[in-house]
């Protein structure tokens, strides 16, 4: 089954910093992988996707990610952080449904806060 | 441009209440969902729909409801509300099962 772990809850940086979000997966097949941002009481936005294309993939605001099938990981960065990247971000798998329907997996979320 | 659009935004049930919620969107999407986000999970699929007059069961589909009757909105119900289903649901559509999902803003609902 196709499952991803974010594996920090919280970062914490500081403006103009770089950022680091983890993310690793598992997926019996080449998957499809993704990086959503939530700010506070708004909805889910994509910032990137991974579709077998070029590995580093690069997204909206600065951000890019690097899908690494060796290590299963498809970690989050930005080399200068913004007061506004403060916000949740969720990493996502795309997963098939016995009915043959691909559904998106979410991770837990890491809550990136950014201080002056 | 509205994109998803849900409505309401919040609502207080008291356990056993029904309710509905509507998720409408403009972009001819044939893939609508709803998820519920509760905190340190992630947003779980309750229900989705690949097109007009269709739905299936995601992942937490027990005491929701569904139905699909216009393609531009899909429709969830609570039948019968308990505290458990207090979270925030969130509607999404995309063109294809494996593209880019647009979220709506939300609906925060509190069954007390």
């Known amino acids: 089954a196709q499952s991803v772990t974010q594996l920090d809850s919280h970062v914490s940086v500081s403006e103009g910093t770089p950022v680091l979000l983890r993310c690793n997966y598992s997926s019996s097949y080449s998957p499809s992988l993704f990086w959503y941002v939530q700010h506070p009481n708004k909805g889910l936005q994509l910032l990137l996707k991974?579709?077998?294309?070029?590995?580093l993939v690069k997204g909206i605001n600065g951000f890019e990610a690097e899908f690494k099938k060796s290590e299963t990981s498809f970690h989050l960065t930005k080399p200068s952080a913004h007061m506004s990247d403060a916000a949740e971000y969720f990493c996502v798998v795309s997963a098939a449904l016995n009915t043959g329907f691909q559904k998106l997996v979410f991770g837990t979320g890491t809550r990136l806060l950014v201080s002056p | 441009n509205a994109g998803v659009t849900q409505t309401p935004k919040f609502r207080v049930l008291k356990t056993g209440q029904s309710m509905t919620l509507l998720c409408a969107q403009d972009m001819n999407h044939e893939y609508m969902y709803w998820y519920r986000q509760d905190p340190g999970m992630g947003l779980r699929l309750i229900h989705y729909s690949v097109g007009e007059g269709t739905t299936a069961k995601g992942e937490v589909p027990d005491g929701y409801n569904v139905s699909r009757l216009k393609k531009q909105n899909f429709l969830l119900g609570l039948e019968s509300a308990a505290p458990s289903q207090t979270s925030v649901y969130f509607c999404a559509s995309s063109s294809t099962a494996n593209t880019e999902a647009f979220f709506g803003q939300g609906t925060r609902l509190t069954v007390v």
């Open positions: 991974y579709t077998s294309a070029a590995t």
